[in-house]
C-alpha cells in the first residue's frame, strides 16, 4: 500500500493538535520537576509522525524493447551498470518506461561513478521531451542482493529534491530500479504529484507485449495450459524375472514345475544325481506351461525330446523378453 511523501495541511493540522496537547501535559509535570543550581533548565516534547498509508498499488509497465535493453545490460556486464529511461504516466498508478538510455560512468564490481562533466555534456545533447521524459533510473548489482546501499539512497534522495513543490501544471513522478542476474527486482516509484510512494511489493512489474497482452499474463496462461505428466500405473507382478543367469540355474518348469521357479540344485558328491535327473523322465502330473524357448520349442509339445534339455534357460527366453506365452 502506498505512503505519503510529504504531510498534506490536513496530516499538519492533526500533527499541531497532537504536539500542543503533548506540550500542555509535559507543562503540568513541570510543577513537579526540581531542578539543581547549575542545571539547564529545559524542557523537550518528542512524537512519533505516523506513517500514512492507504491501499492503493501501482503498475509499473516496460515496452519489450526497453525490458530487452535493460537486462542485456544486467546479463551482459560482470561490474555494476546503471541507465536512465524515458518513462510517462498512463494513469493515476500506472506508469510506462519506453526506452532504455546510456550515459557515461565508470564501473567496478560493486559501485557505478558518474563523471559529472561528461554526464551534464550528456544530459544538455537531450531534445526537450526527452529531457521532459527522463524519469527513470535503474543500475545492476550483478550477484548481489538488490536492496539499496546507503549510496544508493542519498543518490534517490538528491533526485527527489530536484523536483520542488508539485503545481496543478506539473506531472512529479520518479521511477528506481535496482536488478540482479538472478531476475530479482527492487523497484520504488515516487509520486509527487499524488503524494504517493510505491515499493516492492506494492508495484507490479510488467511487459506490454505488441498485442496489448502483457508477459505477465501470457506466462500465467502457459502455466495454465500445462499440467506435469500422469505416472503411468505399475502392473504388480507375481514375481519378477532374475536379471542375470548362471550355468549353475535350472527352472524346474523344465522338469514339470511352475515357470519360473527355480529348481533345487541336482548336483551331488557322486554325480549320480545327476545321472539320475538327466535320466527322469518328465512329471506327467505337473501342469504344463506352454512357453517357448530361446529355440523356439515349447515345454509339453510333443516334438519336444530329451535331446532339447540341454539348454536350461528357455523360461527367461520366453514370455518376458520373447514374445511367448503363460497359460
Not at 502330473?285 to 528357455?314: F, I, L, M, W
Amino acid at each position: 500500500m502506498s505512503k505519503k511523501i510529504f504531510a498534506s495541511n490536513e496530516d499538519i493540522s492533526k500533527l499541531y493538535d497532537e504536539a500542543l496537547q503533548a506540550v500542555k501535559e509535559r507543562m503540568e509535570k513541570l510543577k513537579t520537576l526540581k531542578f539543581a543550581a547549575n542545571e539547564k533548565k529545559t524542557v523537550s516534547v518528542s512524537f512519533d509522525i505516523p506513517d500514512a498509508k492507504d491501499d492503493k498499488k501501482a503498475t509499473l509497465l516496460f515496452k519489450p524493447d526497453a525490458w530487452i535493453k535493460m537486462y542485456a545490460l544486467i546479463n551482459s556486464f560482470s561490474t555494476e551498470v546503471e541507465w536512465h529511461g524515458t518513462a510517462s504516466r498512463v494513469d493515476e498508478t500506472t506508469f510506462m518506461v519506453d526506452d532504455i538510455l546510456l550515459f557515461p560512468h565508470q564501473v567496478s564490481a560493486a559501485t557505478v561513478t558518474s563523471d559529472q562533466k561528461a554526464y551534464e555534456e550528456w544530459v544538455d545533447s537531450l531534445d526537450n521531451d526527452t529531457f521532459d521524459r527522463l524519469r527513470f533510473h535503474g543500475h545492476s548489482h550483478v550477484n548481489m542482493a538488490t536492496s539499496p546501499s546507503g549510496v544508493d539512497r542519498e543518490y534517490r534522495n538528491n533526485i527527489l529534491r530536484g523536483f520542488g513543490t508539485p503545481r496543478d501544471d506539473t506531472d512529479y513522478f520518479y521511477v528506481f530500479l535496482i536488478g540482479n542476474k538472478r531476475g530479482e527486482i527492487e523497484a520504488e516509484i515516487y509520486d509527487l504529484q499524488n503524494n504517493a510512494m510505491y515499493s516492492n511489493d506494492e508495484i507490479d512489474v510488467e511487459v506490454e507485449l505488441a498485442d496489448g497482452d502483457s508477459l505477465k499474463r501470457f506466462v500465467d496462461t502457459a502455466k495454465e495450459l500445462t499440467k506435469p505428466p500422469i505416472a503411468p500405473a505399475v502392473q504388480k507382478q507375481s514375481k519378477s524375472p532374475t536379471p542375470y543367469y548362471t550355468p549353475s540355474r535350472e527352472y524346474t518348469n523344465y522338469f514339470g514345475g511352475t515357470a519360473g521357479t527355480p529348481a533345487k540344485s541336482s548336483q551331488s558328491k557322486s554325480g549320480q544325481d545327476n545321472k539320475k535327473s538327466s535320466n527322469k523322465a518328465p512329471n506327467s502330473s505337473a501342469p504344463k506351461c506352454r512357453t517357448y524357448n530361446y529355440y523356439g520349442y515349447g515345454v509339453g509339445d510333443e516334438d519336444y525330446g530329451d535331446d532339447d534339455q540341454g539348454y536350461p534357460y528357455h523360461d527367461y527366453y520366453s514370455g518376458y523378453y520373447y514374445g511367448g506365452s503363460r497359460r
